[in-house]
């Protein structure tokens, strides 16, 4: 009964402590940073980037509603096609294929539930023993290879079920919605404040977070000028800068960054060291008054 409630109740209890806090900051005589059109265009601008941000991600999702399919598809596919060869050429063993093919379904649902065990791949693995069973028979070489397809889609459909049980939420993408949160959050809890506090907390923090955006967005168009896709260049960018490591797609948890060319890898390496080295201790590099000193 929690698990059905527990976002709300996590953010009621988020919020409870917000307010508290709030409260407290008001009490000692914080007001807060008065309200102006640019702190709104701000919150309205983080919403829209977390928006794009999760729209990025929803390509590696739509792969968990074909894959329940796929999965049936491919189990019906190979009893259907094993029993009309039992019946011509009488291979394979059907009591052992049904029940191989039973143990795929049942060991897969213990692993959806487990989280941590890969009991199906390896029930997957042993349907070969049952192909190989035709190819001592009389069974045409082409009946075969149409099973060793079925084998390997299943085997696809099922290594696509555990990685998207693994990755809850792209780590790139949760770092990047879960920075821009406290950020908006933590301004909102110092509004209304006057004279020269205002200057200094508004000036920093839109200094940060306009160069932050830019710097994404300067390393995802650099990225798509190579030739590399929005989704995959924009992941890429965020994954680098915040050194989280894997991406989307081929770049993903179940990918690495040696497919890429030399000049996206050099794209991501200076997006490293910018993220590495703090992206403002980076730009501090390319002003002029710095190198005067």
């Known amino acids: 009964m929690f698990g059905s409630y527990r976002v709300a109740v996590e953010t009621l209890a988020i919020v409870a402590v917000l307010v508290a806090i709030r409260a407290v900051i008001w009490n000692v005589g914080v007001t807060g940073m008065s309200t102006t059109p640019l702190a709104s265009s701000i919150i309205g601008g983080g919403v829209f980037v977390m928006g794009l941000v999760v729209a990025g991600t929803l390509s590696d999702y739509r792969d968990a509603e074909r894959a329940p399919t796929d999965i049936a598809a491919s189990l019906y596919a190979l009893l259907r096609e094993g029993e009309a ?28 539930n487990a989280g941590n065990t890969r009991d199906c ?18 069974v045409p070489a082409n009946y075969i290879v149409r099973l060793r397809a079925e084998q390997a889609s299943l085997r696809k459909a099922t290594l696509r079920m555990y990685h998207i049980q693994r990755e809850a939420f792209l780590p790139s993408a ?5 920075s821009l949160v406290l950020i908006i959050l933590v301004m909102l809890m110092f509004t209304d404040m006057g004279g020269q506090l205002e200057s200094l907390v508004t000036l920093g923090f839109l200094a940060f977070f306009f160069v932050y955006l830019a ?11 190579t030739g590399m896709d929005l989704n995959h260049a924009l992941s890429a960018a965020v994954a680098c800068i915040n050194n989280l490591g894997p991406g989307l797609g081929v770049i993903g948890p179940a990918g690495n960054y040696s497919s890429l060319t030399d000049g996206q890898k050099w794209i991501c390496m200076f997006a490293m060291l910018l993220g590495r080295l703090e992206i403002m201790s980076v730009l501090v590099l390319f002003t002029r008054s710095f190198w005067r000193k």
């Open 121 to 138: 791949q390896e029930a997957v693995e042993e349907l070969s023993v049952s192909l190989l069973e035709l190819e001592d028979s009389d």
């Open 174 to 178: 949760k770092a990047m919605i879960t």
């Open 85 to 112: 060869m039992n019946q011509i050429w009488g291979k394979p063993d059907l009591t052992v294929l049904r029940n191989r093919l039973i143990a795929v379904v049942t060991n897969l649902r213990s692993d959806i």
């Open 215 to 225: 710097s994404i967005i300067g390393t995802t168009l650099l990225l798509l000028g």
